[in-house]
């Protein structure tokens, strides 16, 4: 674990929705959210806390929120790499005045910004949900105190197994 890192537990799919609200309380426009996890583990679901209603993007690959802050949610699960991100059009996807939510973000991170936020996403058991919130680049670092305050009620102190 990261020093950085934040580890936290979803016990319901109304967790998840309040933890991606916390996470979007605290996001500026320009601010770029990496979800990982596997099929099912509730990236969708994390995302409706921040935005609802959201409906996977799964088959339009980006899908565009008019809400206080513009969001941008992408699903790169059909996408080959970082280079078919791109081809989206990389200044329209991650425009400097939205917030952008990228599920399966592990499959295009390399054409992610430098710095950006991972919600790395496991199932547990049923609906529960061992979430690590992951840094990268320099500026998030520096805002996680921010974020472990807004989610210190889903915070675990080690990683949840089995």
Same mark, same amino acid.
């Given at each position: 674990? $990261?020093?950085?890192?934040?580890?936290?537990?979803?016990? #319901?799919? $109304? !967790?998840?929705? +309040?933890?991606?609200?916390?996470?979007?309380?605290?996001?500026?426009?320009? /601010?770029?959210?990496?979800?990982?996890?596997?099929?099912?583990?509730?990236?969708?679901?994390?995302?409706?806390?921040?935005?609802?209603?959201?409906?996977?993007?799964?088959?339009?690959?980006?899908?565009? *929120?008019?809400? /206080? =802050?513009?969001?941008?949610?992408?699903?790169?699960?059909?996408?080959?790499?970082?280079?078919?991100?791109?081809? &989206?059009? *990389?200044?329209? =996807?991650?425009?400097?005045?939205?917030?952008?939510?990228?599920?399966?973000? !592990?499959? =295009?991170?390399? +054409?992610?910004?430098? #710095?950006?936020?991972? &919600?790395?996403?496991?199932? =547990?058991? /049923?609906?529960?949900?061992?979430?690590?919130?992951?840094? $990268?680049?320099?500026?998030?670092?520096?805002?996680?105190?921010?974020?472990?305050?807004?989610?210190?009620?889903?915070?675990?102190?080690?990683?949840?197994?089995?």
């Amino acid at each position: 674990m $990261h020093s950085h890192s934040l580890e936290l537990l979803s016990s #319901s799919e $109304h !967790d998840t929705k +309040a933890i991606g609200a916390a996470v979007a309380g605290l996001l500026e426009p320009g /601010d770029v959210v990496g979800l990982t996890g596997d099929l099912g583990a509730g990236k969708t679901r994390l995302v409706q806390g921040a935005e609802d209603p959201v409906i996977s993007p799964t088959f339009m690959l980006v899908r565009e *929120y008019d809400g /206080d =802050v513009a969001v941008n949610h992408v699903d790169a699960y059909r996408l080959s790499g970082p280079a078919e991100l791109e081809d &989206l059009g *990389y200044d329209t =996807v991650f425009d400097p005045d939205v917030v952008v939510f990228v599920e399966w973000a !592990d499959r =295009v991170s390399r +054409a992610l910004p430098d #710095s950006w936020v991972e &919600l790395r996403m496991e199932t =547990v058991a /049923d609906e529960r949900r061992h979430i690590t919130v992951e840094p $990268h680049g320099e500026s998030w670092p520096g805002r996680m105190p921010a974020l472990k305050e807004a989610l210190a009620r889903y915070a675990v102190e080690r990683p949840l197994t089995g």
